[in-house]
């Protein structure tokens, strides 16, 4: 609005001033012109009044002028006042991502969902504050507004949209990647909204007739070479971690549902720590537990069948987690080094899902991975990756 009345001023003014006469009715005119528009009106103790004194100062050849002038000059001081107000109010918003530490993070998730899990580790190890909008997972009115309904959902500064786990972190991981390192190597750090065009949204059928939405690249972080080999400095550190963690997606997380849900007794404490952590109505969680324990019990039957497991699924997490453990070697204390990568803090999100549960305490006590898992949990709690 006063951008648009600045403008409006020095319109006036250059009109005046360019006016090869000063009569009475050039400058009547040029007021009624502007009047007749809803946002320039005249204001002043009546049109009558207003109108006479416009005549008397247009009858003036060196009047005119100097009114000329009065226009250009509020219309400057309005002009300088708006952008003024603009760039201060950019600064502000600036300071304030600065004094976040970055940009404004909102996860829409379910609590107990593994790819959700991941995505959590990932802004915890990194020190990185976000807000959590806990979504109904039978009604899902907290994302009603997009377009993709799966979760987790990560919004960016309330206006760049992240789907999809794995894009979710590999986003995040360049951009902050480029940013801490573009001083050092004078290179440009890049916008979430340019990376995200790195990994293009494909749709396709599956067997089942259904539209699925995957997502290209989701496992590279889109770096320079130079940047590249200062994240990777290990040969082969790079193929390893997307290897991992494209592990974790397509077998661990397959592995958790007929665990936590292996007998009716475990599919219903599982509920009900779903009901309690989740976000549901007393009647919804009432049916979630009872039903969806029954439910999810038969399912994780099917599921078994599905991905080929053994009758005995314990076994097959406990091969898993101890595959997993025997990659890392007794040499690292991860499998990022010393310090966890992308496919540490993937295992450790997809493994966490089953805390408090008792298919977690059987792997604990029947596996290696509890010293790398401890590790793991202290350098998320301790926020090891903020620097």
Same mark, same amino acid.
């Given at each position: 609005?006063?951008?648009?009345?600045?403008?409006?001023?020095?319109?006036?003014?250059?009109?005046?001033?360019?006016?090869?006469?000063?009569?009475?009715?050039?400058?009547?005119?040029?007021?009624?012109?502007?009047?007749?528009?809803?946002?320039?009106?005249?204001? %002043?103790? %009546?049109?009558?009044?207003?109108?006479?004194?416009?005549?008397?100062?247009?009858?003036?050849?060196? %009047?005119?002028?100097?009114?000329?002038?009065?226009?250009?000059?509020?219309?400057?001081?309005?002009?300088?006042?708006?952008?003024?107000?603009?760039?201060?109010?950019?600064?502000?918003?600036?300071?304030?991502?600065?004094?976040?530490?970055?940009?404004?993070?909102?996860?829409?998730?379910?609590?107990?969902?593994?790819?959700?899990?991941?995505?959590?580790?990932?802004?915890?190890?990194?020190?990185?504050?976000?807000?959590?909008?806990?979504?109904?997972?039978?009604?899902?009115?907290?994302?009603?507004?997009?377009?993709?309904?799966?979760?987790?959902?990560?919004?960016?500064?309330?206006?760049?949209?992240?789907?999809?786990?794995?894009?979710?972190?590999?986003?995040?991981?360049?951009?902050?990647?480029?940013?801490?390192?573009?001083?050092?190597?004078?290179?440009?750090?890049?916008?979430? +909204?340019?990376?995200?065009?790195?990994?293009?949204?494909?749709?396709?059928?599956?067997?089942?007739?259904?539209?699925?939405?995957?997502?290209?690249?989701?496992?590279?972080?889109?770096?320079?070479?130079?940047?590249?080999?200062?994240?990777?400095?290990?040969?082969?550190?790079?193929?390893?971690?997307?290897?991992?963690?494209?592990?974790?997606?397509?077998?661990?997380?397959?592995?958790?549902?007929?665990?936590?849900?292996?007998?009716?007794?475990?599919?219903?404490?599982?509920?009900?720590?779903?009901?309690?952590?989740?976000?549901?109505?007393?009647?919804?969680?009432?049916?979630?537990?009872?039903?969806?324990?029954?439910?999810?019990?038969?399912?994780?039957?099917?599921?078994?069948?599905?991905?080929?497991?053994?009758?005995?699924?314990?076994?097959?997490?406990?091969?898993?987690?101890? +595959?997993?453990?025997?990659?890392? %070697?007794?040499?690292?204390?991860?499998?990022?080094?010393?310090?966890?990568?992308?496919?540490?803090?993937?295992?450790?999100?997809?493994?966490?899902?089953?805390?408090?549960?008792?298919?977690?305490?059987?792997?604990?006590?029947?596996?290696?991975?509890?010293?790398?898992?401890?590790?793991?949990?202290?350098?998320?709690?301790?926020?090891?990756?903020?620097?």
């Amino acid at each position: 609005m006063a951008a648009t009345c600045a403008r409006a001023l020095g319109k006036v003014g250059w009109h005046i001033l360019e006016s090869p006469t000063y009569r009475p009715g050039n400058i009547s005119s040029l007021v009624t012109t502007i009047s007749a528009h809803g946002s320039r009106r005249a204001y %002043g103790t %009546g049109w009558a009044g207003f109108r006479s004194k416009m005549f008397y100062a247009a009858s003036l050849r060196k %009047g005119g002028r100097v009114l000329g002038c009065a226009f250009l000059l509020g219309g400057g001081l309005g002009l300088y006042q708006t952008v003024k107000f603009s760039v201060q109010h950019h600064l502000a918003e600036e300071e304030t991502k600065a004094s976040r530490g970055g940009p404004s993070l909102t996860l829409y998730q379910y609590k107990t969902c593994p790819f959700c899990s991941k995505v959590r580790a990932f802004l915890d190890y990194h020190g990185l504050p976000y807000e959590i909008v806990e979504v109904n997972p039978v009604m899902r009115q907290e994302i009603k507004w997009s377009a993709y309904r799966k979760v987790p959902i990560l919004m960016v500064d309330s206006d760049v949209q992240l789907n999809d786990s794995s894009v979710i972190i590999s986003s995040l991981k360049t951009f902050l990647v480029t940013k801490h390192l573009a001083l050092r190597l004078a290179s440009r750090d890049r916008s979430m +909204d340019e990376i995200l065009r790195c990994y293009p949204e494909m749709k396709s059928v599956n067997e089942s007739g259904r539209e699925v939405t995957e997502y290209n690249n989701k496992y590279w972080l889109m770096l320079s070479q130079a940047e590249t080999q200062l994240l990777y400095p290990e040969k082969d550190s790079q193929k390893e971690e997307m290897k991992w963690r494209r592990w974790a997606d397509e077998w661990l997380v397959h592995l958790i549902s007929p665990n936590v849900y292996r007998t009716s007794g475990e599919a219903l404490a599982s509920f009900d720590y779903i009901v309690r952590e989740g976000k549901f109505g007393s009647f919804e969680g009432f049916f979630a537990k009872y039903v969806g324990a029954a439910a999810m019990y038969i399912i994780s039957k099917r599921l078994k069948s599905r991905h080929n497991l053994q009758d005995d699924v314990r076994q097959d997490l406990y091969k898993a987690v101890n +595959d997993w453990v025997a990659a890392i %070697g007794k040499k690292r204390k991860f499998m990022g080094g010393d310090e966890p990568n992308l496919a540490d803090l993937a295992v450790y999100g997809v493994l966490r899902v089953m805390e408090g549960l008792q298919a977690f305490e059987d792997m604990m006590q029947n596996t290696k991975v509890k010293y790398w898992y401890r590790r793991m949990e202290q350098a998320s709690l301790n926020h090891m990756g903020q620097n």
